[in-house]
C-alpha cells in the first residue's frame, strides 16, 4: 500500500518560505531547500509557483499585506483616544513578544538591500506604518513637520528597541520604556 502523498497549497509554501526566510535569510530560500523542509518533492513547488522569484513575490506580498494590516489595526481609534492609540502602538511593537517578528523584518529589510521589488515593498511598508502613526499625531493637534518627526521617531525607537537587551542597564526597564513612549506620544 503507498503512503499517503502530503498536499500543500500556496499559502502553506508561502508560510514556510517565510519561516525559511527568517532563519536563513534570501540566500537560504531556495526550492530544494524549501521542499526538503516541508517533505515534499521539488515538482510539487513548480505546481504552485512559476518560478524562484515568483515565490519571492508572494512571500513578499504575505509579509506586505500581513505588517499592513497590522499597524491599521493598532493605529484604529476613537476620536479623543488617538494618545491612548499611540502608547498602545509603541507598546506593541516595542515588547519582548514583539521580538517574534524581529527575524523576518531583518530578513527582508536585509533582502531590500540587494533587491528593488524587496526594497519598494518595504518602502511601501513603511510609508504606511509612518502615515498611520502620522493621522494620529495630527489628531493629536500636532503641525505637519512634528507629527512626521514623531512618526519616524517612534518606529525608530520600537525597532532599535525590538533588536536591543537592555535588561543588565535598566533595573526597572517598563519604567524606562514608559518614560520614553510618553515623551514620543506627548
Do not use: N
Given at each position: 500500500?503507498?503512503s499517503?502523498?502530503?498536499?500543500?497549497d500556496?499559502?502553506?509554501?508561502?508560510k514556510?518560505a517565510?519561516e525559511?526566510?527568517?532563519?536563513?535569510?534570501?540566500?537560504g530560500?531556495?526550492?530544494?531547500?524549501?521542499a526538503?523542509?516541508?517533505?515534499?518533492t521539488?515538482?510539487s513547488?513548480y505546481?504552485?509557483?512559476?518560478?524562484?522569484?515568483?515565490?519571492?513575490?508572494?512571500v513578499?506580498?504575505?509579509w506586505?499585506?500581513?505588517?499592513i494590516?497590522?499597524i491599521?489595526k493598532?493605529?484604529?481609534?476613537?476620536?479623543?483616544?488617538?494618545?491612548?492609540?499611540l502608547?498602545?502602538?509603541?507598546?506593541?511593537?516595542?515588547?519582548?513578544?514583539?521580538?517574534?517578528?524581529?527575524?523576518?523584518?531583518?530578513a527582508?529589510r536585509?533582502?531590500?538591500?540587494?533587491?528593488a521589488v524587496?526594497a519598494?515593498?518595504?518602502?511601501?511598508v513603511d510609508?504606511?506604518?509612518?502615515?498611520?502613526t502620522?493621522r494620529?499625531?495630527?489628531?493629536?493637534?500636532?503641525?505637519?513637520?512634528?507629527?512626521?518627526a514623531?512618526?519616524?521617531?517612534?518606529?525608530?525607537?520600537v525597532?532599535?528597541?525590538?533588536?536591543?537587551?537592555c535588561e543588565?542597564?535598566?533595573?526597572d526597564?517598563?519604567?524606562?520604556?514608559?518614560?520614553?513612549?510618553?515623551?514620543?506620544?506627548?
Amino acid at each position: 500500500m503507498k503512503s499517503a502523498r502530503k498536499v500543500l497549497d500556496r499559502p502553506a509554501w508561502i508560510k514556510a518560505a517565510s519561516e525559511i526566510l527568517a532563519e536563513h535569510g534570501i540566500e537560504g530560500l531556495r526550492v530544494e531547500t524549501l521542499a526538503k523542509y516541508l517533505r515534499v518533492t521539488k515538482g510539487s513547488f513548480y505546481w504552485h509557483f512559476k518560478d524562484r522569484r515568483d515565490l519571492h513575490d508572494a512571500v513578499l506580498t504575505h509579509w506586505k499585506h500581513g505588517r499592513i494590516i497590522d499597524i491599521q489595526k493598532q493605529t484604529r481609534a476613537e476620536p479623543g483616544q488617538e494618545i491612548a492609540a499611540l502608547l498602545h502602538t509603541i507598546e506593541v511593537y516595542a515588547s519582548p513578544r514583539s521580538r517574534r517578528g524581529i527575524p523576518i523584518e531583518l530578513a527582508v529589510r536585509d533582502w531590500a538591500r540587494r533587491d528593488a521589488v524587496a526594497a519598494r515593498i518595504v518602502e511601501e511598508v513603511d510609508t504606511e506604518r509612518l502615515a498611520c502613526t502620522y493621522r494620529l499625531f495630527v489628531a493629536c493637534g500636532l503641525d505637519d513637520a512634528e507629527a512626521k518627526a514623531r512618526s519616524v521617531m517612534l518606529y525608530a525607537y520600537v525597532f532599535g528597541v525590538s533588536l536591543m537587551r537592555c535588561e543588565r542597564f535598566a533595573s526597572d526597564l517598563t519604567a524606562l520604556k514608559t518614560w520614553i513612549a510618553e515623551r514620543i506620544a506627548h
